[in-house]
């Protein structure tokens, strides 16, 4: 989803507090978008600049800070869900 939002144009803060699957984000997205090029769904200008408008973090108050939409992708646990929107609603302003 991050990727997407970034495509589209829009600056997109990652978060996940697990590090692993954090770390694991932009080299996944940088496959994709190898993928995208090497089927010409991009082009590599639109490829390159999509990148940059993502920023991984692990601080939940950091990623919706001054958001102006805030989408969530949780695994669907109730709890956890319910947990996490909790946090969200915290932070966001």
Same mark, same amino acid.
């Given at each position: 989803?991050?990727? !997407?939002?970034?495509?589209?144009?829009?600056?997109?803060?990652?978060?996940?507090?697990?590090?692993?699957? !954090?770390?694991?984000?932009?080299?996944?997205?940088?496959?994709?978008?190898?993928?995208?090029?090497?089927?010409?769904?991009?082009?590599?200008?639109?490829?390159?600049?999509?990148?940059?408008?993502?920023?991984?973090?692990?601080?939940?108050?950091?990623?919706?800070?001054?958001?102006?939409?805030?989408?969530?992708?949780?695994?669907?646990?109730?709890?956890?869900?319910?947990?996490?929107?909790?946090?969200?609603?915290?932070?966001?302003?």
């Amino acid at each position: 989803m991050a990727q !997407l939002f970034a495509q589209a144009g829009l600056s997109v803060r990652l978060y996940d507090n697990n590090a692993d699957v !954090l770390a694991a984000a932009m080299p996944r997205i940088l496959a994709n978008l190898q993928t995208s090029l090497h089927f010409g769904l991009l082009d590599t200008t639109t490829a390159a600049a999509i990148p940059a408008r993502i920023t991984p973090t692990s601080a939940l108050e950091e990623a919706v800070r001054g958001a102006d939409f805030i989408f969530e992708a949780v695994f669907e646990n109730m709890a956890v869900k319910h947990r996490v929107l909790a946090e969200i609603e915290r932070a966001a302003s």
